[in-house]
């Protein structure tokens, strides 16, 4: 019936029922066996189990699943390799491509240079991000093509990685560039053909016509779906006509799924191979094919800019260089992006508002050879049903002609805009202002219905666009019309409002710069970030190495490659269930009951287990009775009362995981008594005590209310998610002993007791066993448990294997969360600026439960280097109806040093005096180093002279502000812990085998240890190997978090290789000078014990309690038109001692201070007032830093010839000090401000600024107002 469909017949006989392409260079076929839906990524891993690629966001976002597809373009005579997100491309879609996975790319037979370089450069560090990396940076360097630093730098928009803070990253691949300085270039991109494109046959280069698929037409039958590609658009139109009323999708690139999934499709139509949708016509009329992809948009406008008439192509080119991410804008069409407009109106298409404001026409056919033109405005008003977009045409613009195009994005790449603007004028003359017509004023992200700004074109028609009188008209009608629409999450009105007005301000500003005020002038510009640069400066003792010895990460080259293993890479069992959970979505009330009607239709589905179904088993995941440190027990699932939107209420299970996914959103839970939710700490405060316990020590201090001076304020910062790359993982396994457990935790001993007391059996037959975690930062050490205790009950349940991976959503919506604080305060103090007395009250938003708070040990963690005489500190916790916060990196300390410091600010500010003279006159100086320290930094970042540009920078410039500031930092760090290390010698060939009790989750634990190991048994690297951690040879071992992890088990190691150096002593000494092997063989022969084993705990006599010192100036520029900032430079000195590690301390440090960077700039979380659901749910949503938005000049220096006489071997620790630095841009930023409220007319007192400083909360504080706006 099929064939019948074509009129012409050809492709019909040529018609498919699967789709070939080929991965890592085999051939592949997948047909009706394979659902419509499954992503490539899926199928790489599930069907092909390549795991190497990984899952995290599932939506574009996060770059952790980027392959790289080598594509033949319709009418294009050569493939080309691109980067893609295998999570958003359907695999039927693959057709015809040659897919290159990162096991294609090298391993362990033979290493890439894309993966040598990253792991010489310490470019790693969890791991789980790096995959992505690798690829992306593949496909830069595929094809012969030579990318400079800069085009290096502007690629990695894509990947996220929480870990490093990507100065490796970025370093390591520039050196792959062709403009890298010496020696630093590499001969490169013909390795990567030769590693695995020799042809089999000829022994030469791969020329790739063995495996050439052409494009052909597909049908494939799934049940009530179908996939179709048609590569004619007789196909197209025939299919059409075919598929009656049901609802289909046409697949381009497929990425809207990553921002809009759809719902209900039934037929799938492949358009991305039909050459019509994709030609490029250039007379009479420039016309590009509307399923062009965005990077082939993009060359072909560069290209057609030289024409006569198409110049302003190359202002388009430049702003759609900054859509989305390279592997999106690789396979995302043109015609894509205009549809997502027209079916999402709200949606801020870049493309649809630059095409608008240039006039472009649609050409949309509406049969095989009929088509109409349309406006873009005219194309949403449009019926698109059974039509389809062909091409956009481009008029040609004379020389009389100017395009500006703006677009303002929370981060630096990457993300949606929150306004975008494209405008167009026409002039009378080449020496004029004078408008020849009305100008086009377009704008995207104001509102679903706004386009236009038609009453200021109506205004400006005619007139002179730099007439004062004009400009101060068209400001104020502009700001009178632009009227936005509310978003959820998204930034206010009021900014969008004032924001749309700034950027036309910036479009007049640079229009004519001999006529603006030179103040203004800058104000044009946007801020264009260089190319970053780093310094890394260091000292080491080769007396001592291999300890203290600059390696990278011995697991560097295996996490290039993808062959190390996480959780879900573990090979499926017979027979294995999958598991997910269900969580709710109010934040009050009682569960009434749950319908389970819709998720048990699912195909797929087994079972839906609820608390009831737990029986006796106790329900909750932290056992207060075993825990000391938790204070109320959680439920594993909700019995009835809820206590926040995302609580789990029960777990599905299901034959596949997407099934239990797909059941888990089904599963509809009936509410009763839901009320308003309890959010704010302040609300709770004036509501209600029930909700409130004041603990910590309430100092008593001698408040002299008679100072001088006395300031009064609030300091407030909000949550933040620790955002690890790899999502909450677990697997149980039942066996003959009892139940394997596999879980992705920071603390395998509560997972331990957990899963016992759930599935009724002792301890011992429950073995955990992690061999590392894709990051934890805090949000593993007791969430995981939910995971444990839902997973072995299923387990259980069922007597199989269960395994339960959490989508993103799932994740960040049911785990905690940084607590956000609210302080309030009052400080006296003298002329000086010393203070006399403080009364502060800290509210804690502690979320449901008080587990895991940092209160109960306030007062050593909430401090600072100041003094803390004549303080009296209250704290309050609060609980909210949010998911239990919990610890995240530097817990106590981040929140302690920011608010101490901005009180000194605040005094400095208020004294009128420099903040840095407050500081050090508070400043505790007993035993401390930090004045020293202080001044050793000012005078390697140029302190005073910079201070002094940057004074003078904001006097000359009104609209870019720049600010610089000094954060000293004391972070004190408390021996709390019980780690094992478990060495062995093996007698066969004297290598070592490690077994310690804490989690390798990036910090480069393994590596530190297998260096205080070789250092003490002085052998080589190579001979030493860390295995699992598990709960027998790591029994009872607590959690890894805190920064005391590598320091205590590299104690353990320590003192365990001693042990074995005191049994082998007496041997040696009957021996002459044996070498090691000798040794062993004798000891073995000898009956010694080449197995010994260590406890870390904080009673061991030699290492103490101590200080991290550290130090950080950071100078930054912001926008006041629009908001943004850029931290130009940053100067960090952190003293570690003696490092263990310096390349693993540094990237600690640098990862650290950039996951600090988006607490304070950009991670804002914020809930539903209603149901009290998180709204930065989505990856989409949740503003991590990228890749540029990590200091342009980022120079890092740890502390010289300073080991540490209280820490283990010298050194100090280093995972979490240095976000506690991050808060100097902050500080930085304030200062900017301090300068543009001036400007603005403010008052000249200290401001509070609302946290983070994201763009609008930055705009707002600037005092930045349209009324200010002239020429
Ligand atoms: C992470 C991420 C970041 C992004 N950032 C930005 C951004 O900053 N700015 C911006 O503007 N966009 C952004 N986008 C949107 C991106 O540009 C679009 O996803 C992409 O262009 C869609 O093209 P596609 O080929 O993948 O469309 P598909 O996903 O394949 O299709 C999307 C829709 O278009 C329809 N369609 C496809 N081709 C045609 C045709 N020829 N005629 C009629 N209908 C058609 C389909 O039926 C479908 O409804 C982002 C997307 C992601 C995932
Ligand atoms: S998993 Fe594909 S981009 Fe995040
Ligand atoms: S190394 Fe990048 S996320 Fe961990």
Redesign the pocket.
């Known amino acids: 019936m099929w064939s019948s469909l074509f009129s012409g017949g050809s492709s019909a006989e040529k018609m498919l029922q699967e789709s070939t392409f080929t991965v890592n260079g085999a051939t592949v076929t997948v047909g009706n066996e394979v659902s419509v839906t499954t992503s490539l990524?899926s199928y790489l891993r599930e069907t092909l189990k390549l795991t190497g690629t990984?899952?995290?966001?599932?939506?574009?976002?996060?770059?952790?699943?980027?392959v790289v597809a080598k594509i033949q373009r319709p009418g294009a005579t050569v493939k080309e390799m691109v980067s893609i997100?295998?999570?958003?491309v359907p695999v039927h879609s693959c057709h015809g491509w040659e897919i290159t996975t990162i096991e294609g790319v090298g391993n362990r037979l033979g290493y890439h240079e894309v993966q040598t370089k990253l792991a010489q450069n310490n470019g790693t560090q969890c791991g789980f991000c790096t995959p992505?990396f690798v690829m992306n940076m593949f496909s830069l360097v595929s094809d012969d093509k030579k990318p400079t630093m800069q085009q290096v730098e502007d690629s990695f928009g894509?990947n996220?990685c929480r870990c490093t803070g990507y100065r490796p990253i970025l370093e390591a691949y520039k050196e792959m560039a062709s403009d890298a300085p010496p020696p630093h270039l590499k001969k490169q991109c013909a390795d990567i053909e030769d590693i695995f494109k020799t042809c089999t046959k000829t022994g030469k280069p791969c020329a790739g016509d063995c495996k050439k698929i052409e494009p052909q037409s597909i049908k494939i039958n799934l049940g009530a779906e179908s996939w179709r590609k048609v590569i004619k658009i007789e196909d197209l139109f025939a299919a059409f006509a075919e598929i009656g009323q049901e609802k289909y999708k046409l697949v381009a690139g497929n990425t809207g799924e990553?921002i809009y999934r759809s719902q209900n499709v039934t037929v799938y139509i492949d358009i991305k191979d039909i050459p019509e949708l994709s030609q490029v016509i250039t007379t009479p009329v420039f016309t590009v094919g509307a399923n062009k992809t965005l990077t082939e948009a993009i060359r072909v406008l560069k290209g057609q800019a030289g024409a006569n008439g198409y110049a302003y192509l190359t202002e388009i080119a430049k702003h759609w260089e900054d859509i989305a991410s390279l592997?999106i804008r690789n396979i995302g069409t043109l015609a894509g992006n205009l549809a997502l407009k027209k079916e999402h109106p709200d949606f801020p298409s870049d493309v649809f508002t630059i095409l608008e404001a240039v006039g472009a026409q649609l050409n949309i056919l509406t049969g095989v050879n009929t088509r109409v033109k349309l406006t873009l405005p005219g194309f949403l008003n449009y019926n698109m049903s059974k039509k389809v977009i062909e091409s956009v045409e481009f008029a040609s613009l004379d020389q009389t002609y100017t395009l500006r195009t703006f677009h303002v994005l929370p981060r630096s790449q990457s993300f949606v805009s929150h306004v975008n603007a494209a405008f167009l004028i026409k002039v009378t003359s080449a020496t004029s202002w004078d408008l020849a017509e009305a100008p086009r004023l377009v704008f995207g992200g104001i509102g679903a219905q706004f386009i236009h700004a038609s009453a200021t074109e109506l205004l400006l028609k005619g007139k002179n666009l730099l007439d004062a009188a004009v400009v101060t008209q068209a400001i104020s009608t502009l700001k009178g019309e632009v009227v936005p629409d509310q978003v959820k999450p998204g930034t206010s009105t009021d900014y969008r409002k004032k924001l749309a007005v700034g950027l036309f301000y910036k479009f007049l500003l640079g229009l004519d710069p001999d006529k603006v005020n030179p103040l203004y002038r800058s104000g044009a510009d946007i801020i264009t970030r260089p190319l970053s640069t780093s310094t890394l400066d260091y000292e080491t003792n080769e007396s001592v190495y291999p300890l203290n010895q600059p390696i990278p990460k011995i697991e560097a080259l295996s996490q290039c490659s993808g062959e190390i293993e996480y959780i879900n890479d573990i090979p499926e069992r017979p027979g294995e269930l999958h598991a997910a959970l269900v969580l709710t979505k109010q934040s009050t009330g009682t569960i009434e009951s749950y319908d389970t009607a819709a998720a048990s239709g699912v195909p797929g589905f087994i079972a839906f287990y609820s608390a009831a179904d737990l029986g006796d088993i106790p329900n909750t995941f932290t056992p207060s009775s075993v825990y000391p440190q938790f204070l109320d027990d959680e439920e594993i699932f909700c019995s009835g009362s809820v206590k926040y939107a995302g609580q789990p209420v029960g777990v599905i299970v299901a034959s596949n995981r997407a099934a239990a996914v797909q059941a888990a959103e089904l599963i509809d839970i009936k509410y009763k008594n839901v009320t308003k939710p309890l959010l704010d700490v302040m609300e709770i405060v004036r509501m209600t005590k029930e909700r409130i316990v004041v603990s910590g020590k309430d100092k008593e201090s001698e408040q002299l209310l008679k100072s001088a001076h006395k300031v009064q304020g609030k300091f407030a910062i909000g949550n933040q998610y620790p955002l690890y790359m790899e999502n909450l993982s677990c697997i149980v396994v039942p066996n003959e002993d009892g139940f394997d457990v596999y879980s992705s935790t920071q603390w395998m001993d509560l997972d331990q007791n957990v899963v016992s007391r759930t599935v009724g059996v002792p301890a011992t037959k429950v073995k955990v066993h992690v061999k590392r975690i894709g990051g934890g930062f805090g949000g593993k050490q007791s969430r995981s448990a939910i995971l444990a205790a839902a997973c072995s009950f299923a387990a259980k349940k069922h007597n199989k294997a269960v395994r339960l991976i959490l989508p993103?959503t799932t994740n960040i919506e049911t785990t905690s969360k940084r607590f956000a604080q609210r302080n309030e305060y009052e400080v006296g103090f003298d002329n000086s600026g010393k203070i006399e007395y403080a009364i502060i009250n800290i509210y804690q938003d502690s979320g449901c439960s008080r587990n895991e708070s940092p209160m109960g040990i306030f007062n050593a963690f909430f401090t600072s280097c100041y003094s803390l005489e004549g303080y009296k500190i209250q704290p309050h916790e609060i609980i909210t109806n949010k998911a239990s916060n919990g610890p995240v990196r530097g817990p106590g300390p981040i929140e302690g040093i920011a608010f101490h410091d901005e009180i000194m600010e605040r005094i400095a500010k208020t004294l009128k005096k420099d903040p840095l003279e407050v500081k050090l006159l508070n400043m505790q100086t007993m035993d401390s180093p930090l004045p020293g320290l202080i001044t050793e930094l000012q005078r390697k970042a140029d302190y005073a002279k910079r201070k002094q540009e940057v004074d003078a920078f904001n006097q000359s410039n009104r609209w870019k502000k720049r600010g610089i500031a000094i954060t000293p930092m004391k972070y004190p760090f408390f021996l709390w812990n019980h780690l094992t290390s478990t060495v062995s010698i093996y007698q066969g060939d004297g290598s070592v085998s490690i077994a310690h009790g804490g989690i390798e989750m990036g910090q480069g634990l393994n590596t530190k240890v297998t260096q205080v190991a070789a250092h003490i048994l002085g052998l080589p690297i190579d001979q030493i190997s860390i295995k699992e951690s598990n709960t027998i040879t790591g029994a009872n071992n607590n959690i890894s978090g805190g920064s005391i992890i590598s320091e205590g088990v590299s104690y353990a190691t320590m003192k365990a290789c001693q042990i074995l150096l005191d049994r082998l002593a007496p041997v040696k000494a009957t021996m002459e000078n044996p070498t090691w092997l000798q040794l062993i063989r004798k000891a073995y022969d000898t009956n010694v014990n080449l197995t010994a084993q260590f406890l870390f705990s904080r009673d061991v006599p030699d290492v103490k309690n101590y200080n991290i010192w550290g130090v950080c100036i950071s100078e930054v520029e912001v926008d006041l038109l629009t908001g943004e900032r850029m931290i130009s430079r940053v100067d960090l000195l952190e003293d570690v001692g003696q490092s263990l590690s310096p390349l693993i301390d540094i990237g600690q440090i640098e990862g650290a201070f950039v996951m600090g960077l988006g607490y304070w700039l950009s991670e804002q979380m914020d809930f539903d007032p209603d149901s009290g659901r998180l709204l930065q749910n989505r990856?989409w949503h949740y503003v991590a830093p990228g890749a540029k938005d990590i200091p342009v000049d980022f120079r890092v220096y740890l502390r010289k010839n300073a080991p540490n006489p209280l820490g283990v071997l010298g050194s100090k620790t280093t995972g979490e000090p240095a976000i506690c630095m991050s808060v100097n841009v902050w500080f930085a930023i304030r200062n900017a401000l301090e300068a543009a409220r001036k400007d603005a007319g403010g008052q000249d007192v200290y401001f509070d600024m609302d946290h983070p400083a994201t763009n609008e909360h930055i705009f707002q504080a600037s005092l930045t107002d349209p009324s200010q706006f002239r020429l």
């Open positions: 990524t990984k899952l995290n966001c599932d939506e574009g976002t996060c770059g952790a699943c980027i997100n295998s999570c958003l992505g894509s996220i990553g592997p993103f990856l």
